[in-house]
């Protein structure tokens, strides 16, 4: 018998180098998060159609902000669309779109494809994760929350006669604007990667955030009417206890809002708001707790 010819292997040099430049660390893996997390929610460096819903919203929410003041400059103070005080809660609708849309593009994905495991083996822990993630929407979400209100702002001195004397008159409305646009950014994005941070889906996170919203919203219509329960009515709608958080930090009532009726104090909002967002908290902590590094 002959003998079995060798193995023959051969060792080809394909341009591997080690890579010799700065290493970021913790802090530089949270910055891209954030940043990766920016351009998810609104479709950078992705096709047309995902772009839609985030920009659209966003110019949605701008524009009765440009109106008010187009009008403001043809026809003085006789006509006042919109307050700072009422302006979220006029908006209030496109909040929970944009929430429900991006939010599942920010944390479905990589629990479903099993990718978390890569984001924590060095430099980032769960929390690192998280908190890049919840900065990334609470960013994202001021565009609506805040920009708005500060175009209202700004066109508002503008149109002013005495541009100096204006700055003086509306600077007092500064810290609510700031305040309100801050607590309802931080509070939604909270709610909302929660929501979506239990489902397979971006179609059932989506859904899931919708509903709570939605439902809640009806519930508290029907609660608030004359045969219901107005003591309990803003508590079903998130957006409602925000307006009663807005209203107990910095003045001010929307007639609309259910928290109107309620005869209850303003600090019982406040504590809602904070139970929100605590439970918010701890079911994110819970739910990347069980996934293993």
């Known amino acids: 018998m002959t003998a079995s010819p060798e193995a023959v292997g051969t060792i080809y040099d394909i341009g591997y180098r080690h890579y ?17 997390g920016l351009r998810a929610i609104f479709g950078l460096g992705r096709s ?29 103070d006789l006509i006042e669309l919109y307050s700072y005080d009422t302006y979220l ?15 599942p593009e920010l944390v479905v994905n990589d629990i479903r494809h099993r990718v978390l495991p890569l984001y924590f083996s060095r430099p980032m822990s769960r929390f690192d994760y998280v908190g890049a ?33 204006a700055v003086g008159d509306e600077a007092g409305a500064l810290p609510a604007i700031l305040g309100s646009g801050a607590i309802h ?4 994005a909270s709610l909302g990667l929660a929501i979506c941070s239990l489902a397979a889906r971006r179609a059932y996170a989506a859904g899931a955030v919708l509903a709570v919203f939605l439902i809640g919203g009806v519930v508290s219509e029907v ?19 925000l307006d009663g958080t807005r209203q107990w930090l910095f003045g001010g009532s929307v007639a609309e809002s259910p928290v109107r009726v309620a005869d209850l ?24 707790r069980r996934i293993s590094a």
Request: hydrophobic share 65%.
């Open 223 to 241: 609660f608030s009417g004359p045969a219901g329960f107005v003591d309990i009515a803003p508590f079903l709608n998130p957006l409602s206890i």
């Open 20 to 36: 010799d430049g700065p290493r970021l660390g913790r802090r530089g893996a949270v910055v891209a998060v954030v940043g990766a």
């Open 48 to 76: 047309g159609r995902s772009k839609v819903i985030p920009w659209g919203t966003l110019i949605l929410a701008v524009m009765p902000a440009i109106v008010a003041v187009a009008i403001r400059v043809l026809a003085g």
């Open 185 to 188: 950014a931080v509070v939604l």
């Open 133 to 165: 993630k919840l900065g990334a929407l609470s960013l994202a979400l001021l565009s609506l929350t805040l920009l708005p209100v500060l175009v209202l702002f700004i066109g508002r001195v503008l149109a002013a006669e005495d541009v100096i004397g």
């Open 265 to 288: 104090p303003l600090v019982f909002y406040g504590l809602a708001t904070f139970v929100l967002s605590l439970g918010s908290w701890a079911v994110l902590a819970l739910r990347y």
């Open 89 to 103: 809660w006029e908006i209030g609708a496109l909040l929970p779109i944009f929430v429900a849309a991006q939010a």
